[in-house]
């Protein structure tokens, strides 16, 4: 799901979200509409299909030692294979018994590292070896895989300006030409790499991984953005779809506009109910009466907004950077408690680390790093990259380029549906209408022709409570799939359902590992809350 990237660095992991300025830099990335949809005429691309991966320890330090790495060699160009390749860094745990084949994992983003995500959380996955090698990678532009950057080492807004205030989409005019003067700092610091970049490439790169892990068809499990390129991948081949699950379902057909709405929505409920439980609890920091702590959120914003204060990561803490922090935190509800206290540090001691140490991304690029066609270490990627991918990859999806009036006229209209979908994340969200402005036509591949796929049967799981990807999305894209899609609903919160219930697990590993599917339009109920108190003091930030 697209989402705006942010100014600051950051001591987690980015989730998916992130704040105004650095929406700027990922915005300026040109490139041109995606490669050609499948079943064109395609030249010959029999030495990529003709590789296998070799697998050895993993080099890098910040990665398990039970894992392997590997590689695949993929086209930079797919309608001119001799024009220049590009390596794909892949890791895998390797199946504790007897193996059917590999499960690729991809974690979303767009931008994620899978390759870092499943050394991390290689946990949660573990079942899975029980009958295959699991594998994670790193799409193209994407962590060790030729990273894209835009290389802003200021972390400003626009040339010159060193201004910690988040950008007024009130000045539409002004956030555009900023995107104009970054196109050109983007293309130098992200090599060719970004001209070839998107989810229609990603998945033509899917389908050589495929035949190099020596796999007849592609057994997958993916989240969030990962279900949609799950879903192209159906599309352009659907006769070499396994068994695949698709967790978070995405929007297949929205405008980033539209995205935006929904998200803005999404996060406010999801914010509602973080406050409906934070109340229960003497500690939290809005107080025990429900709705004054709603007001009392707002005020925060606009007076931080209005007065950011000083941050011990530099620079100056405003509202929209707490909007960013409030976004990460309701991902998850195992979060909350460890959201609460870093609230209440705030607003008890002006005291910024808990809060930021949840927001996302960063903006510095390591000097000297110049993206060309083989891996990277993981020293060398671009702080920025994530959020850098995400936009890239977003405008290459989006065939939508309104003119700079439009635009402005665009913002005018959308600003009070904005506010009127979330009070508090509806202006952080509107920026998304400005997104690709600058940036040649994306491809309209994803949302005229991924539909009604003959592939497999398909498992979409939707969460009721998922603050990024609404339910409503995966009803949608199902409908859009065909009878190939089977829907399960999972009726409890946070974003994706495969690591935070127990029923949504079980029946993912079914399918994935004996190809058993639950009847469509089944349901998971929600697992217990099992959330500490906001006092609780473990997990301090």
Not at 87 to 107: C, E, I, M, P, Q
Not at 268 to 283: M, N
Request: charged share 25%.
């Amino acid at each position: 799901m697209p989402a705006v990237p942010r100014t600051r660095p950051a001591l987690r992991r980015c989730a998916g979200a992130g704040a105004v300025a650095l929406a700027l830099l990922g915005a300026g990335l040109p490139l041109p509409a995606a490669a050609e949809a499948a079943g064109s005429k395609e030249p010959d691309l029999t030495r990529f299909y003709g590789q296998k991966v070799r697998w050895a320890a993993c080099k890098d330090q910040e990665l398990p030692k039970d894992m392997q790495c590997g590689r695949v060699t993929v086209p930079l160009d797919y309608a001119r294979p001799a024009a220049g390749t590009l390596d794909l860094a892949l890791s895998r745990y390797r199946a504790t018994g007897k193996s059917r084949g590999s499960v690729l994992l991809n974690f979303g983003g767009p931008g994620g590292s899978g390759v870092s995500q499943l050394g991390i959380a290689g946990k949660d996955y573990m079942d899975l070896t029980n009958g295959y090698d699991v594998v994670g990678f790193d799409p193209r532009g994407v962590g060790r895989s030729s990273p894209v950057s835009c290389g802003d080492e200021t972390g400003g807004p626009s040339d010159g300006d060193s201004s910690d205030k988040p950008p007024d989409v009130a000045h539409p005019q002004a956030l555009m030409k900023a995107l104009k003067r970054l196109t050109v700092r983007c293309t130098e610091h992200s090599g060719p790499v970004l001209s070839h970049i998107g989810t229609v490439n990603a998945s033509r790169d899917l389908d050589v991984i495929r035949q190099a892990l020596g796999d007849d068809k592609l057994n997958y499990l993916g989240f969030s953005y990962g279900t949609k390129l799950g879903a192209v991948y159906a599309a352009q081949f659907p006769h070499k779809v396994g068994r695949m699950a698709l967790d978070g379902v995405d929007t297949l057909t929205e405008s980033l506009a539209e995205q935006g709405v929904a998200g803005a929505r999404g996060q406010q409920t999801a914010l509602d109910d973080f406050l409906d439980w934070c109340v229960t609890d003497l500690g939290c920091p809005f107080g025990q009466d429900r709705r004054k702590a709603g007001d009392a959120v707002v005020r925060l914003i606009r007076s931080l907004d209005e007065n950011p204060v000083p941050s011990d990561f530099g620079g100056a803490f405003s509202g929209q950077d707490m909007v960013d922090a409030l976004g990460e935190g309701l991902y998850s509800r195992d979060l909350w408690s460890r959201l609460a206290r870093a609230l209440s540090s705030l607003t008890d001691d002006g005291d910024t680390r808990g809060v930021q140490n949840f927001a996302s991304g960063g903006y510095a690029v390591p000097s000297g790093t110049k993206p060309g066609g083989g891996l990277v270490d993981s020293a060398d990627i671009p702080s920025d990259n994530l959020s850098a991918a995400l936009m890239a990859i977003n405008c290459a999806d989006d065939p939508d380029r309104p003119s700079a009036a439009r635009l402005a006229g665009d913002v005018a209209r959308l600003k009070k549906e904005y506010e009127q979908a979330s009070p508090v994340f509806g202006r952080f969200r509107l920026t998304q209408v400005l997104l690709c402005y600058g940036r040649p036509r994306g491809t309209d591949f994803i949302r005229e022709q991924v539909k009604d796929v003959p592939s497999a049967p398909i498992l979409l799981v939707g969460t009721r409570g998922d603050p990024a990807t609404p339910y409503s999305w995966a009803v949608e894209t199902a409908k859009r799939l065909g009878p190939s899609a089977v829907v399960l609903d999972n009726r409890g919160d946070g974003h994706t359902g495969y690591t935070s219930s127990r029923c949504v697990h079980g029946k993912v590993d079914d399918y994935l590992l004996y190809g058993t599917l639950p009847p469509d339009g089944s349901s998971c109920p929600a697992d217990g809350d099992g959330r500490g108190a906001v006092a609780d003091a473990s997990d301090a930030g």
